[in-house]
């Protein structure tokens, strides 16, 4: 049986992450014209869940500037 993750809790991980974020190249300064590659047919739009950023593909790319604005790990989740 899981409990769920209070928001003070949740929070307080973020801060954590952020932290230990900050010695990592994020953004457009460390990663500047970047691009993923996303599978043939993937979803345009997606959301980070790490973060609760959404995205969208443009031409089957996502850009690693947005992805890695503020963290330097994403986990993708599909919004289609």
């Known amino acids: ?18 932290r230990l ?7 457009a300064r460390a990663w500047r014209d ?5 599978p043939p047919g993937a979803p345009a739009d997606w959301t980070d869940v ?4 959404t995205l969208r ?3 089957g790319t996502l850009r690693a500037a947005d992805l890695f604005r503020s963290l ?3 986990l993708l989740r599909s919004r289609d």
Do not use: I
């Open 57 to 59: 593909a443009a031409d």
């Open 21 to 27: 974020a900050a010695g990592f190249p994020l953004g």
């Open 34 to 38: 970047t691009l993923l590659a996303l």
């Open 72 to 74: 330097p790990v994403a």
């Open 50 to 53: 790490t973060t609760g950023a």
């Open 1 to 18: 049986v899981t409990e769920p993750v209070s928001t003070a809790t949740a929070q307080n991980a973020k801060e954590r992450m952020q």
